[in-house]
T-cell receptor, first 112, second 111 residues
């Protein structure tokens, strides 16, 4: 199994600012995933973070808005840039371990 | 394009009832399907994983079935308890390291 922690757990931010979310895993994993869950919605994959290479973004998500770092096999960051109220969501990081996907506790973001 | 739908969107039952949550998917070419639980404002917890070659999986009071050819899965919860109140999400894995999530069923079990 994998234990995943995220920081911050929640934040309230002003429009136009940026927030960096950290994800730490207790074991080395090749791929880490970032998801967004907008209010009342299901999860949508933002990007896949690979160690040593550029992140792979899903349709509708771009690197300028959601830059991702993956400096080693246990850590990743997601930045939400130039935020607007539409970015208010829960952001979750995830890893695949064996055939099970594990999720972090999430970061609840409110943009005013 | 894979689409995953869950019915009902919300469900409220008295404690002790047995209940069934439904998940349907449009593309039957899947590797596995997982059921997750999400408590309000929290992350996700994996409940059951069913491989495409399996018909069902059981864990305690939970039983998940999979009919890949018809694109359906059900999660059966026996003798429901107030602690079972949460949102239940199903997700299918079709390769390319990406899970597609359903819309979720919000369950409330009344004491």
């Amino acid at each position: 199994s994998a234990v995943i922690s995220q920081k911050p757990s929640r934040d309230i931010c002003q429009r136009g600012t940026s927030l960096t979310i950290q994800c730490q895993v207790d074991s080395q994993v090749t791929m880490m995933f970032w998801y967004r869950q907008q209010p009342g919605q299901s999860l949508t994959l933002i990007a896949t973070a690979n160690q040593g290479s550029e992140a792979t973004y899903e349709s509708g998500f771009v690197i300028d808005k959601f830059p991702i770092s993956r400096p080693n096999l246990t850590f990743s960051t997601l930045t939400v840039s130039n935020m607007s109220p539409e970015d208010s969501s829960i952001y979750l990081c995830s890893v695949g371990y064996g055939e099970t996907q594990y999720f972090g506790p999430g970061t609840r973001l409110l943009v005013l | 394009k894979q689409e995953v739908t869950q019915i009902p969107a919300a469900l409220s039952v008295p404690e002790g009832e047995n209940l069934v949550l439904n998940c349907s998917f449009t593309d039957s070419a899947i590797y596995n399907l997982q059921w997750f639980r999400q408590d309000p404002g929290k992350g996700l917890t994996s409940l059951l994983l069913i491989q495409s070659s399996q018909r069902e999986q059981t864990s305690g009071r939970l039983n998940a079935s999979l009919d890949k050819s018809s694109g359906r899965s059900t999660l059966y919860i026996a003798a429901s308890q107030p602690g079972d109140s949460a949102t239940y999400l199903c997700a299918v894995y079709s390769g390319t390291y990406k899970y597609i999530f359903g819309t979720g069923t919000r369950l409330k079990v009344l004491a």
